[in-house]
């Protein structure tokens, strides 16, 4: 079945210390999207990939890089976890801008000790 | 400043009854609304669209309305099924200035009693 995978499912990371997040689709779909989700609040969008082409959020902090090596993959990086970077990290995918919809991965819950 | 307002955090409904799960929006750029559902541990997954040039969209038991006028939409889901209990969240985006961010609100999470 095509679909978004992300790696791991939960990631517990120290204070300060870089983590990267994966993703990776099977639906051949040139926009990837990733989200941020804290705790009973909206899905916030950090940054996205139109093809190779690297879009960022204007709100969206300098602690967070993103890198898309092909198609199928796209990394997000954080270089210096705070406290309050815990939250639901979503990975999603689109063709084009995603009349029909977007199709998102599981997540991966982060926490930051 | 929420600019998608999903204002019931919860609702809950009989089984077999309509559900009605409201929305509102301040920006009036939007021109393309979607409604996800979420399961917990799950990524949300797509329900049903509409574009501003319609009032109404219909996908089985799933209905949703737009008043462009009163900025409001709603999703009905006739008849309510235990299954549909889920977390529900209202999206927007501005597709035609080429916009690739969905605007989402906070959920409302519905509960079917069997």
């Known amino acids: 079945d095509a679909m978004v995978i992300q790696n791991p499912r939960y990631q517990v990371t120290q204070f300060g210390k870089p983590v990267t997040l994966s993703c990776s689709q099977t639906?051949?779909?040139?926009?990837m999207y990733w989200y941020q989700q804290k705790s009973s609040q909206a899905p916030k969008l950090l940054f996205h990939?139109?093809?190779?082409?690297?879009?960022n959020e204007a709100d969206t902090p300098d602690n967070f890089q993103s890198r898309r090596p092909n198609t199928s993959f796209c990394f997000l990086d954080i270089r210096s976890p705070g406290l309050g970077d815990a939250a639901m990290y979503l990975c999603?995918?689109?063709?084009?801008?995603?009349?029909?919809?977007?199709?998102f991965g599981s997540g991966t819950r982060l926490t930051v000790v | 400043d929420q600019q998608v307002k999903q204002n019931s955090p919860s609702l809950s409904v009989q089984e077999g009854r309509i559900s009605i799960l409201n929305c509102d929006y301040t920006n009036s750029m939007f021109d393309y609304f979607l409604w996800y559902k979420k399961y917990p541990a799950e990524g949300p997954t797509f329900l049903i669209s509409?574009?501003?040039?319609?009032d109404k969209n219909e996908d089985g038991r799933f209905t949703v309305f737009l008043n462009k006028s009163a900025k409001h939409l709603s999703l009905h889901i006739v008849p309510s099924q235990p299954g549909d209990s889920a977390v529900y969240f209202c999206?927007?985006?501005?597709?035609?200035?080429?916009?690739?961010?969905?605007?989402f609100g906070k959920g409302t999470k519905l509960s079917v009693i069997p």
């Open positions: 999206a927007a985006s501005e597709i035609g200035a080429g916009s690739y961010q969905l605007t």
């Open positions: 639906l051949n779909h040139n926009v």
């Open positions: 990939y139109y093809d190779k082409d690297f879009n």
């Open positions: 999603a995918t689109s063709h084009d801008r995603g009349v029909g919809g977007y199709t």
């Open positions: 509409i574009s501003s040039i319609k």
